[in-house]
């Protein structure tokens, strides 16, 4: 069974930093991309940052030189450190697995919340 288990959330003041970590219960290479996505109340879940498995990555201009996406493939885990945090970066933060070939199935973890206070 496929499982994505999200840690690292909390309460944090603005400029400071968290990092938010995803555990797979599988080899993390044998994903297609693995991503965080992030939802504040009332909106919609938006792409923050993913990584292939050849190691390219991508981010969502508003987190552009604030986080970064890496991957620890020994402890089939993934990162994202975010640094000078937001009030605007509050929301929940998902961890995306994408899986498969000619039928790819996204896998979600539960969800972390980070609250970014003034």
């Known amino acids: 069974q496929v499982q994505l288990v999200e840690s690292g959330g909390g309460l944090v003041q603005a400029g400071g930093s968290l990092r938010l970590s995803c555990a797979a219960s599988i080899t993390i290479l044998n994903f297609n991309t693995v991503g965080w996505y992030h939802q504040a109340p009332g909106k919609q879940r938006e792409l923050v940052a993913t990584i292939t498995r050849d190691g390219r990555t991508y981010y969502a201009d508003s987190v552009k030189g604030r986080f970064t996406i890496s991957r620890d493939n020994a402890k089939n885990t993934v990162y994202l450190q975010m640094n000078s945090l937001k009030s605007e970066d509050t929301a929940v933060y998902y961890c995306?697995?994408?899986?498969?070939?000619?039928?790819?199935?996204?896998?979600w973890g539960q969800g972390t919340q980070v609250t970014v206070f003034s």
């Open positions: 995306n697995g994408n899986l498969g070939w000619s039928a790819p199935v996204d896998y």
